[in-house]
Every structure is written in structure tokens, then in C-alpha cells.
């Protein structure tokens, strides 16, 4: 099973950027297909984006499409999601996730490997 450390969480104003890493381990990761997921408190955990094994395949939700981009390094282990024009709505505790069978999914039950979080706070 793939283990996964998300990191570069942070406070950051309204506008401003992020850069979340994902470190993976694992001979599965490079065929895996990762995703991105966030909670805030209170909230049920939402999809956010994902990325497939290639990384030729991506998908994001609709709150975050031209704001946020996934992508991966599979000769580093790791997946990143860029986050631009951050809004207090995307304060949330960041997952990363990954499904060792390659496909690609919006439901937490299509991941099978989770992170322990990573908590982004936007101010206004």
C-alpha cells in the first residue's frame, strides 16, 4: 500500500498562493492514480482534483477549476496541487489520496491510501 505525508500548508491572505506537496512511498505509485481532497470543520470531505498515473488525465471540481493544478513527479514520488486566487472558501484540511488500481475517481471510496492532512487557512 502506498503511504503518503502531504505537506506545505499554511496561512495565507485571500489572493494569494500555495504550493501542496504530496510524498509518497511505495513501488505502486507511479501506476497509481492520485487525488486531492479537502474538509473543512463542520463539512463532509470533498473531491477537489485528480491526476492519473501518466498525469496525461486530470480532473477538477468546479470550485477550484483555473485556480488550482495537479500535477505529479513520478520519478520524485510525489504529487503537487498548485493553488492560486485562494478564497477563505478553500480553508480546509488538504488530503492527499491514492488508488493503486489506476483509476481515477470524485468518491472517497475510490481511494484506497490516504495522507494525514495538511491545514490551509485563507484570511479575508
Known amino acids: 500500500q502506498v503511504q503518503l505525508v502531504e505537506s506545505g500548508g499554511g496561512l495565507v491572505q485571500a489572493g494569494g498562493s500555495l504550493r501542496l506537496s504530496c510524498a509518497a512511498s511505495g513501488r505502486t505509485f507511479s501506476r497509481s492514480a492520485m487525488g486531492w481532497f479537502r474538509q473543512a470543520p463542520g463539512k463532509e470531505r470533498e473531491f477537489v482534483a485528480s491526476i492519473s498515473w501518466s498525469g496525461g488525465n486530470t480532473d477538477y471540481a468546479d470550485s477550484v477549476r483555473g485556480r488550482f493544478g495537479i500535477s505529479r513527479d513520478n520519478a520524485k514520488n510525489t504529487v503537487y496541487l498548485q493553488m492560486n486566487s485562494l478564497q477563505p472558501g478553500d480553508t480546509a484540511v488538504y488530503y492527499c489520496?491514492?488508488?493503486?488500481?489506476?483509476?481515477?475517481?470524485?468518491?472517497?471510496?475510490?481511494?484506497?491510501?490516504w495522507g494525514q492532512g495538511t491545514q490551509v487557512t485563507v484570511s479575508s
Open positions: 489520496a491514492a488508488n493503486v488500481y489506476s483509476q481515477t475517481s470524485r468518491a472517497i471510496h475510490g481511494y484506497n491510501s
